[in-house]
């Protein structure tokens, strides 16, 4: 009977991956990424049932017209991941439109469950984003700036539960005021639980200091969503010898193929299915536009997932 209850919960943990793995990134960057058609046929083709969005406009954004290309594909849309300069409270109205405009589109798709992913405008601030991943005290934001950070989190998380029904998440990231053990403690305590989950990357959490399985454990009641991305402390090393920022660091691999890095994650989803978590997983390995073979390293780390049990 216990044998045949963990079968039924571990079923319910369900593998997506993310333009982000294409080189379809949030920022400004130099370089071709794929076409929407591309990823999601090379999503569905190497295994994975879920996608996120990607940047806006970036796939269709008309409901049916989206909800006909994942159909096709035996795809279910998760989420969509939405930054947003939250130190500034002056830019809080303008995100919050694009959440809004983000989860209707969503919700049309495929109701209620994806999710909003929150985040800081990553890479804006020059010093976070020249000490990725090796961020010192004096970095990060005041008192008042995480009030008000908190506050448009909470805001944004708020409007789009009472209008579309979808739940939010924030997504700690390098190279952004959201980085680090404390500063995602810190978050966690200036916002309302009920309306704002933890997107737990383990690939970023390891780069920012700390272990994604300690975090899991601490915020287990908050994390509402999941992104397995690992992470090489070599190319890490390396970045703190020679000063790189947080995107000459990505170009350089420090987010690995699954497997290849220092993130345990047989301990990862052990402790998924211990706590019988039964959201989506999603297989992220940031690129640049134009790095690698996109459609090779998704194959094997949805290969590597399978060596799991996933």
């Known amino acids: ?55 806006w406009d970036f796939m269709p954004t008309d409901p049916k017209e989206l909800k006909d290309e994942l159909t096709k594909r035996k795809l279910e849309m998760v989420g969509a991941f939405v930054p947003v300069d939250f130190s500034n409270k002056e830019a809080h109205n303008k995100g919050l439109q ?118 899991y454990k601490n915020y287990k009641d908050r994390i509402w969503h999941v992104h397995f991305k690992d992470f090489s402390k070599e190319v890490a090393d390396k970045s703190a010898q020679n000063n790189w920022d947080y995107f000459k660091s990505v170009g350089e691999g420090v987010f690995c193929e699954l497997g290849k890095g220092a993130v345990d994650f047989s301990k990862m989803y052990n402790e998924l299915v211990d706590n019988n978590y039964k959201g989506w997983i999603v297989v992220e390995q940031d690129v640049l536009p134009g790095m690698g073979v996109p459609k090779e390293c998704a194959q094997r ?5 399978k060596t799991l049990g996933i």
């Open 1 to 55: 009977m216990v044998a045949e209850i963990l079968t039924t919960d571990i079923k319910m943990i369900k593998t997506a991956n993310a333009p982000c793995s294409w080189g379809v990134l949030e920022f400004d960057l130099q370089g071709e990424a794929a076409t929407y058609e591309k990823v999601l046929n090379e999503i569905a083709e190497t295994g994975y049932t879920g996608t996120e969005l990607g940047d």
């Open 98 to 215: 694009t959440a809004l405009k983000t989860a209707q589109l969503l919700a049309g798709v495929q109701g209620n469950s994806p999710f909003i992913i929150l985040a800081d405008e990553n890479g804006k601030n020059k010093e976070r984003t020249s000490n990725a991943g090796r961020i010192k005290n004096g970095m990060g934001l005041t008192d008042s700036q995480w009030n008000i950070f908190a506050e448009g989190v909470n805001l944004t998380a708020k409007k789009v539960k009472e209008e579309f029904g979808l739940r939010t998440v924030f997504h700690h990231h390098c190279a952004g005021y959201v980085e680090t053990p404390e500063e995602i403690k810190t978050l966690l305590s200036k916002t309302d639980s009920n309306l704002v989950g933890l997107c737990l990357d383990t690939g970023h959490y390891m780069f920012g200091g700390g272990d994604p399985v300690e975090a």
């Open 301 to 305: 780390n949805r290969d590597y997932l």
